[in-house]
């Protein structure tokens, strides 16, 4: 009995425990070009002005890649909500 008890416990951690690595897992990127533009949102995050400029000019950069960054990331354009 104590060892069900015990198995149950380690299940329900183990779910907890990967259910939090998926929400709070980082942008991964899909190639070179987004790999450069998650790079200049973390530091446009952390108040590089400068990142935050060519953030905003690769993204503006291709009109079809912007929109799809728009579905992938839109928490990166929450002001336009």
Do not use: Y
């Not at 008890?5 to 709070?24: D, E, F, K, N, P």
């Not at 935050?52 to 002001?79: K, M, P, S, T, Y």
């Amino acid at each position: 009995m104590t060892l069900r008890r015990l198995m149950t416990a380690l299940v329900i951690a183990a779910g907890i425990g990967g259910s939090a690595g998926i929400i709070a897992s980082p942008a991964h990127a899909q190639g070179a070009v987004e790999a450069e533009i998650i790079g200049f949102h973390q530091l446009c995050e952390k108040g590089d002005r400068k990142a935050c400029v060519r953030f905003g000019i690769l993204i503006g950069r291709n009109e079809q890649r912007n929109a799809d960054w728009r579905r992938a990331h839109a928490d990166w354009f929450w002001f336009e909500r």
